[in-house]
């Protein structure tokens, strides 16, 4: 397993990997796929916070951090999101993703990183508990998908400090 910095070239099978998210699951309330282009777009506008997990000389997941909200008080904290592809679950992907993800915040300055994870998704909650992420809060109902409503449950770690302030303030200006 290898854990890199995305490139353009990852685009299709990160878009392949999201969208079977999008369209078959309750993880994510979107039901917008993802297109190549965008994801390309994406890890051009993110790295070096946007990762790969390669396995068996392919991408089997992926993992990125950006803005949670807007302005200068919150140039400390990111969102995060991982994903991994169905048949790379309980390999250590995950771990190994989210391990780098959180050096590479911390690197950069992150204090506090946030998921915001379907309360469909008992997988994803009980990654991010053994991963040392506390729920902070849980919005009912706030997402729909597939004619039911549906729960955002809040997550979030605080890092370790060290590094710099993160250079994007997610396009504040005032």
């Known amino acids: 397993m290898t854990i890199r910095p995305a490139t353009v070239a990852d685009a299709a099978v990160i878009a392949a990997i999201a969208n079977h998210y999008v369209r078959d699951t309750l993880v994510t309330f979107t039901t917008?796929?993802?297109?190549?282009?965008?994801?390309?777009?994406d890890i051009a506008a993110r790295a070096p916070a946007y990762l790969v997990a390669e396995a068996e000389g392919r991408v089997k997941g992926f993992a990125t951090y950006g803005v949670f909200r807007t302005g200068p008080g919150y140039a400390h904290t990111r969102e995060h999101t991982i994903v991994?592809?169905?048949a790379a679950r309980g390999r250590g992907l995950g771990r190994a993703l989210m391990e780098a993800l959180e050096r590479t915040a911390r690197e950069a300055g992150v204090h506090v990183l946030v998921?915001?994870?379907?309360?469909?998704?008992?997988?994803?909650l009980a990654f991010h508990a053994v991963m040392g992420y506390r729920e902070v809060g849980r919005m009912p109902q706030v997402g729909r998908k597939a004619g039911q409503w549906l729960d955002l449950v809040l997550v979030q770690k605080i890092l370790p400090?060290?590094?710099?302030?993160?250079p994007d303030t997610g396009g504040y200006t005032g």
């Open 32 to 41: 917008d796929l993802r297109a190549p282009d965008s994801v390309a777009t």
């Open 84 to 86: 991994l592809d169905p």
């Open 115 to 124: 998921g915001g994870v379907s309360g469909a998704n008992p997988e994803g």
């Open 161 to 166: 400090a060290s590094g710099t302030v993160p």
